[in-house]
C-alpha cells in the first residue's frame, strides 16, 4: 500500500467525500470513516483504533456515512472486506438494513441501497 504520505492529499481532496473522524478527549483520532464517490454509489471504509474496537464507534460512523450516502442521492453504499474480518460482521448484525452479498477471489464485497438506509429509523446516538 506505500507510505500514506505519498496518496493521502489525493484521497482525502477527492471531490465529494466525505471524511469523518472520531477523536478521544485528549485529541487523539481513534477512528475514521469515509465514503468515497463511484459512479452513481459510494464505496465506505471504517478503521477503528484496535483499543477502541468493540466500543461502538465503528457502527455510528457507519450509520452517520450512511445517512450522508442518502443525502447524498447515491444508489448504493458498498464495502470491500478481507477475509478473517468478523468485526464488521458484528457491525453490521447490529442493523435493521439489508445487506447484500458477494464473494470474489478471497474477497467480500457488501452493500446496501440507500433507499433502505432511508428507511432505517436514526438512532438518537448519530450525531
Not at 460482521?89 to 464473494?103: E, K, N, R
Amino acid at each position: 500500500m506505500g507510505d500514506p504520505r505519498s496518496y493521502l492529499r489525493t484521497l482525502l481532496a477527492r471531490p465529494g467525500a466525505v471524511h469523518l473522524g472520531v477523536q478521544q478527549p485528549a485529541g487523539d483520532l481513534v477512528a475514521v470513516g469515509h465514503l468515497m464517490p463511484d459512479h452513481g454509489n459510494a464505496e465506505a471504509a471504517l478503521l477503528v483504533e484496535d483499543a477502541w474496537q468493540n466500543s461502538g464507534l465503528g457502527g455510528r460512523l457507519l450509520r452517520h456515512l450512511g445517512h450522508r450516502a442518502v443525502g447524498a442521492g447515491w444508489k448504493e453504499v458498498y464495502g470491500l472486506v478481507l477475509p478473517g474480518d468478523a468485526k464488521i460482521s458484528a457491525i453490521l448484525s447490529h442493523t435493521s438494513v439489508p445487506v447484500h452479498t458477494a464473494y470474489e477471489e478471497g474477497v467480500t464485497t457488501l452493500w446496501a441501497e440507500t433507499a433502505d438506509i432511508g428507511a432505517e429509523e436514526v438512532p438518537a446516538d448519530v450525531w
